[in-house]
């Protein structure tokens, strides 16, 4: 069966370190991978996007890296502030679908001052 | 740029009646516009897919009828909860794609709606 993974339990670190989030997916063949922002009782926001033959993209503390091999993308937050603390989303834009977004769970995670 | 919103952000109905949430494109054109639903600890399901001037494409398992979904310009797309029930009280979240098929998406604030 198809699935997106990401960790349920909340990530806890404290300000200054590096956060990695994990997304796994099987039975997937993504042409994108999206990663999401969403605050407590907000929509989404768009953080960064990753093509399938992109290894790593990065946007000023961001990073996220993509292996098609593995199946699997990481997330990377460096030197987090509390203001980091939020669930993020990745979400999946399948081949056969225009802009469709399959979103994982999220995993949240909270930076410690 | 990119705003979407979303109206009203909180509404409350009796079991029964029919809720209509609207989403609009502030500053720019989307002929595309997405329906999801979002339960507590859950991800986002995707509900819909609307296309301005055409139906919408319901994901399986959504009720067409029960969720009305009207495109009628390129900036506003309108959900209808018919006859809602309170299994029906969640989260729904709008949002609006750019041009380009692997372009992201932006998401309105959402509103929760709850079925007494």
């Known amino acids: 069966s198809q699935k997106i993974e990401q960790n349920s339990e909340a990530l806890n670190i404290q300000e200054g370190k590096t956060a990695t989030l994990t997304c796994n997916y099987t039975n997937y063949s993504p042409a994108y991978l999206q990663w999401y922002r969403q605050d407590p009782g907000r929509g989404p926001v768009f953080l960064l996007l990753i093509r399938e033959n992109e290894k790593e993209k990065r946007k000023e503390r961001l990073k996220v890296t993509f292996d098609t091999t593995l199946k699997q993308s990481l997330f990377h937050i460096t030197a987090s502030q509390p203001a980091d603390s939020a669930t993020y989303l990745c979400a999946l834009v399948l081949n056969s679908g225009y802009s469709t977004l399959t979103f994982g769970k999220g995993t949240m995670l909270l930076v410690s001052p | 740029g990119a705003v979407v919103s979303q109206h009203p952000s909180r509404v409350i109905c009796k079991s029964g009646t029919s809720v209509k949430i609207e989403c609009r494109s502030l500053d720019f054109q989307a002929t595309t516009m997405f329906w999801y639903r979002q339960f507590p600890k859950q991800s986002l399901m995707l509900m819909a897919t609307?296309?301005?001037?055409?139906?919408?494409?319901?994901e399986q398992g959504v009720e067409k009828d029960k969720f009305l979904i009207n495109h009628a310009s390129l900036t506003l797309s309108t959900l209808t909860v018919t006859s809602a029930h309170p299994e029906d009280s969640s989260f729904y979240i709008c949002?609006?794609?750019?041009?380009?098929?692997?372009?992201?998406?932006?998401f309105g604030p959402g509103t929760r709606l709850t079925v007494t």
């Open positions: 609307s296309n301005e001037g055409s139906k919408a494409t319901y």
């Open positions: 949002s609006a794609g750019l041009a380009a098929p692997q372009g992201e998406q932006y």
